[in-house]
C-alpha cells in the first residue's frame, strides 16, 4: 500500500481561490479538502470542488487530442493537433486576415492572460468572452466613474450589508467567496436584499425589496432620490470628491418614489426605509451582483450603485466598498499584450466602435461574430479556437450559436467533455484540470491577492490551457515572445515580486497590506481626479453622460402586445449551487442533488395553466420553446417564472446532447435593439414568456 501524500493548493471549480488540501496515494487523488490556513475559503469548500476528483476521473472525459474525420472522433497526438491548427489558422491570415479568426473564452478562468497574449500576437481583435455583460462591464462602468471596480471589504466589519442582484453563498463570485459574507453578516449586520426571488438571504434580511426583474436602476434612482431630500448624504465627500453634483440631482429628481414604485413594483415605504437603513448605517456595503448586468441598463445600474457608494461616503472606507491594494505581480493587460495588436486590427474588431465603453475594454458582442460568420460582413469570420466555453447553451439565441459555430470552416475546442459546441468542432484539446496545473490563480481578481495551485496529478495526455496557448504560439511565428517552459513564463508573472514560482508555492499565497481613503492623496483615476456621477467619457462618447433608467425591450410594459401571448416576465439565468453553468451535469455527486432543470413559479401561475409542483412544463417566448421541470415557490411574484440556465444532456445522443431540450438560451433574445448602448450587454436575464403543463410527462 503507498503512503498518501497531501498537497495543498488552490481550487479553480469556480471562479476559484479556496485554499486545498489534495490527497494523493499511487498518483491518483483520492480526495480534496478545505484549507483551513488558506485565507480564501479558509477550510471551507463547496460541493463542486469536492466533486473535482469526479471530474477529473470520469469516464467520459476527453484525455488526448483529438480530430474529426468521416468515421467520428479520432484519437491524433499533441504535434499532429497543434500543427493542424497552425497551418489552418495560417491559411486564413493568408486569406482573408487574422481578425477572420475568433478566439473564445466563457468566464473568467484563469488563463485569460495567456489567451489574450496569443490572440493579440496572433493579430485578432475578435476575442469573445463574456464580459460584455458579466464583470468586465462592472469594471469598464466603474473605471469610468471611480477609476476602479469596488470590492465589499467583509473584513472591514462592515455594519450593514445590501445584498443587490446577488447570490454569494451560491455562487460564490469573482472576488467574493460566500464564507466571508457569511462571517461578516454573522458578527450582527443589518441585511438588506434586493431581489425578485426570496431566497435563503431574502428570508432572513430585515428588509427584502421585491423588484421587478430588471428595473435595478429605477430603484437605485429611488434611493438616491431619498438620501438626497433627507439630506442623509455625505456633504464633505460630495463637495471635494464627485464631478457634476447639481447635474446628478436634476436627474435623480426626475425619479420621485411614486414613479419609482410603479417601475420597480417596490412600496415606496420600503424604498424610503432601505435606503434611510443604507445611508445611516456606517460603514455600509453593497454587495453586487450579475442580473444588474444583463441587461440594457447595465452601465448606468453599475454607476448608480458605485454613486450610492460615493455619496455615502463608504467608497474606500474600511467595511465599505473598497479598491483592494494589487499584490506585486504583473497585471493582465500587460501580460496579455494588450498594447501590441496593431492599430491598424483594432480598427477591424466586429461591431467596430458601436459600443464605446466595450471598445475601451476590448469587448465585442457575440452577435457581431455570428452575424459576421452567418453573412460575411462586414467580412468573413471563418475560424474559432474556444477555450472553456460552451457558447450553444450560455449565449443568447442558442439556435443562431449552433447555427453560427456549425458554419466555421474550422473550428478547435479545448474543454474536458465533448460539449455541443465541442462537438461542432473539427479539433479537440484535451484541458487539464485544476488539479493538473501550476498557476498564479485569481491573477485576474481585484480582492488583493493571488494563490498558488500546484501540479498535483497529470491525467492522460491532459495539457493545461496555459502551455497549449504557449505551445500553439511558438508553432505560430511567436517564439521570442513565449518562454522555454511554462515555469519561465509563471515567474516571469510573479517576477515583480521578487519570488519564483517555487518560492511562491512554498509560501501559498500573496497579499499587499490595505490601504484605504487612498484618494486623499491621489484623487480617482478619472479624467477630473473626481467620482463622476455626470461621466466626462460618456459626454466625450456622445451617450448621456448621467444615469437613466431604461425600459426593458420585451417587457409587459414596452411591449403589452406581445404580452398577451407570453404574459410572464422570464427571470433566466438561476444558478445552482451544486452546477457551474453548462458544467457538472454528469458529475454524479452533483447531478444526484439536482438531478433535472427547474423553473420556479408561483402557486397562483401553477393553478391557473394546470400544473402541479414536480412536472414538467414548456416555457415559451418568441424565439423557441423548451422544457423543465415546475417548482412551487410563493417567494416569487404570480408574474414571474425564474429558470435556470445551463443545461444540456451529456447522456442524450451525439452530437447534440440535448442542447435545444431545456437550455433556457433557446428562448432569449440577442436583437441589438436590446443591448446597453454603451457596453453593447445583451439582455440574458429578461424577457416575455409563457407556460404550460408537458402532458404524459
Ligand atoms: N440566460 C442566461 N445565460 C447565461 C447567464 C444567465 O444568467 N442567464 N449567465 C451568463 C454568464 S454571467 C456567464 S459568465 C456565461 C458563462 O459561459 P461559459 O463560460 O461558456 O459557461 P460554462 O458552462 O461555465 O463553461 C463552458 C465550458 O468550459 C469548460 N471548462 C471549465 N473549466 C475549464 C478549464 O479550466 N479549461 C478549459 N479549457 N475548459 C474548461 C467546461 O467543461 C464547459 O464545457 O454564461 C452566461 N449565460
Ligand atoms: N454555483 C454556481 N456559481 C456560480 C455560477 C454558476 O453558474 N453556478 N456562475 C458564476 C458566474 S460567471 C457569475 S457572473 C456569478 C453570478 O453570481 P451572482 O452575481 O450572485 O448572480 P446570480 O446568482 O445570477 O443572481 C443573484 C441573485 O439575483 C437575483 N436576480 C435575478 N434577476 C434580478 C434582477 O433583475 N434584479 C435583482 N436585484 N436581482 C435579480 C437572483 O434571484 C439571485 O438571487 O456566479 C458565479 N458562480
Ligand atoms: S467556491 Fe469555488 S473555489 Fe471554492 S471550493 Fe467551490 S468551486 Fe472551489
Ligand atoms: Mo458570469
Known amino acids: 500500500m503507498g503512503e498518501t501524500k497531501q498537497i495543498r493548493t488552490s481550487c479553480r471549480g469556480c471562479h476559484g481561490g479556496c485554499g486545498v488540501i489534495a490527497h494523493v496515494k499511487e498518483g491518483r487523488v483520492t480526495k480534496v479538502e478545505g484549507d483551513s490556513e488558506a485565507p480564501i475559503g479558509r477550510g471551507t469548500m463547496c460541493s463542486k470542488g469536492l466533486a473535482v476528483t469526479q471530474l477529473a476521473y470520469h469516464p467520459d472525459r476527453i484525455l488526448y487530442p483529438m480530430e474529426k474525420t468521416d468515421s467520428g472522433w479520432e484519437r491524433i497526438s499533441w504535434d499532429q493537433a497543434l500543427d493542424t491548427i497552425a497551418d489552418r489558422f495560417r491559411g486564413v491570415v493568408e486569406e482573408h486576415g487574422a481578425e477572420s479568426i475568433v478566439v473564445g473564452q466563457g468566464t473568467g478562468r484563469d488563463y485569460e492572460s495567456f489567451l489574450y497574449r496569443f490572440a493579440n500576437l496572433l493579430g485578432t481583435p475578435n476575442v469573445l468572452t463574456a464580459g460584455h455583460m ?38 460564490n463570485p469573482d472576488e467574493y467567496k460566500g464564507v466571508d459574507f457569511w462571517a461578516a453578516y454573522q458578527k450582527g449586520t443589518r441585511l438588506i436584499v434586493i431581489d425578485p426571488r426570496e431566497g435563503f438571504l431574502a428570508k432572513r434580511a430585515e428588509l427584502w425589496l421585491q423588484l421587478r426583474p430588471g428595473t435595478d436602476a429605477a430603484l437605485a434612482l429611488g434611493f438616491l432620490n431619498v438620501i438626497l431630500e433627507e439630506g442623509l448624504y455625505d456633504e464633505e465627500f460630495v463637495e471635494r470628491y464627485v464631478h457634476g453634483w447639481e447635474a446628478f440631482v436634476d436627474r435623480v429628481e426626475e425619479y420621485p418614489l411614486g414613479k419609482v414604485e410603479e417601475i420597480t413594483w417596490v412600496d415606496k415605504g420600503l424604498i424610503r426605509e432601505a435606503a434611510r437603513v443604507y445611508a445611516t448605517t456606517k460603514p455600509a456595503c453593497i454587495q453586487w451582483g450579475v442580473p444588474i448586468e444583463q441587461t440594457i441598463n447595465c452601465t448606468d445600474s453599475n454607476r448608480l450603485l458605485t454613486a450610492l457608494m460615493a455619496i455615502t461616503g463608504n467608497l474606500d472606507a474600511p467595511g465599505g466598498n473598497v479598491f483592494f491594494v494589487p499584490p506585486p505581480v504583473r497585471v493582465v493587460s500587460e501580460f496579455g499584450l494588450h498594447r501590441d495588436l496593431p492599430k491598424e486590427q483594432r480598427a477591424k474588431r466586429l461591431g467596430g466602435d458601436q459600443y464605446k465603453l466595450a471598445s475601451r475594454v476590448a469587448l465585442v458582442t457575440p452577435k457581431a461574430v455570428w452575424d459576421a460568420i452567418l453573412t460575411g460582413e462586414p467580412y468573413p469570420v471563418v475560424a474559432g479556437l474556444l477555450c472553456g466555453t460552451n457558447p450553444v447553451v450560455t449565449r443568447a439565441n442558442a439556435k443562431e450559436v449552433h447555427a453560427a459555430l456549425s458554419k466555421l470552416e474550422f473550428l478547435a475546442v479545448i474543454d474536458f467533455f465533448l460539449t455541443p459546441t465541442a462537438e461542432l468542432a473539427d479539433i479537440f484539446l484535451p484541458a487539464a484540470t485544476w488539479l493538473e496545473q501550476d498557476y498564479v490563480g485569481d491573477f485576474w481578481k481585484r480582492h488583493g491577492y493571488v494563490m498558488a495551485r500546484q501540479k498535483v496529478v497529470e491525467i492522460g495526455e491532459c495539457w493545461q490551457d496555459h502551455k497549449i496557448f504557449q505551445e500553439l504560439g511558438k508553432r505560430m511565428g511567436q517564439e521570442e515572445h513565449w518562454w522555454a517552459t511554462l515555469e519561465d513564463a509563471l515567474n516571469y508573472m510573479l517576477e515583480p515580486s521578487g519570488m519564483d514560482f517555487r518560492e511562491f508555492v512554498r509560501g501559498g499565497y500573496l497579499k499587499s497590506e490595505m490601504r484605504y481613503q487612498k484618494y486623499e492623496e491621489k484623487g480617482f483615476s478619472t479624467p477630473t481626479g473626481k467620482v463622476e456621477l455626470y461621466s466626462t467619457l460618456l459626454e ?64 397562483a401561475t401553477a393553478k391557473r395553466h394546470g400544473i402541479e409542483d414536480g412536472q414538467w412544463a414548456y416555457i415559451e417566448s418568441p424565439r423557441g420553446r423548451i422544457k423543465q421541470r415546475v417548482k412551487l415557490n410563493s417567494g416569487i ?53 409563457s407556460i404550460s403543463p408537458c402532458q404524459n410527462e
Open 637 to 689: 411574484d404570480p408574474r414571474v417564472v425564474v429558470a435556470e440556465h445551463g443545461w444540456w444532456y451529456l447522456e442524450a445522443e451525439a452530437p447534440d446532447h440535448g442542447w435545444d431540450v431545456s437550455n433556457v438560451n433557446v428562448l432569449t433574445d440577442n436583437d441589438p435593439a436590446g443591448y446597453d448602448p454603451a457596453m453593447g450587454s445583451t439582455n440574458l436575464r429578461v424577457l416575455l414568456c
Open 540 to 603: 466625450k462618447w456622445g451617450y448621456d453622460p448621467l444615469p437613466q433608467y431604461r425600459e426593458i425591450p420585451e417587457s409587459p410594459v414596452s411591449r403589452p402586445d406581445l404580452a398577451e401571448q407570453y404574459p410572464y416576465i422570464l427571470n433566466a439565468g438561476l444558478r445552482t449551487p451544486v452546477f457551474f453553468h453548462s458544467e457538472h451535469r454528469m458529475i454524479p455527486w452533483l447531478r444526484e442533488i439536482r438531478p433535472d432543470p427547474l423553473v420556479e413559479i408561483h402557486p
Open 134 to 171: 458579466c464583470y468586465v462591464s462592472r469594471v469598464g462602468a466603474t473605471l469610468i466613474t471611480c477609476g476602479n471596480l469596488p470590492v465589499s471589504d467583509f473584513e472591514g466589519e462592515p455594519k450593514c450589508l445590501v445584498v443587490w442582484a446577488n447570490n454569494p453563498l451560491w455562487a
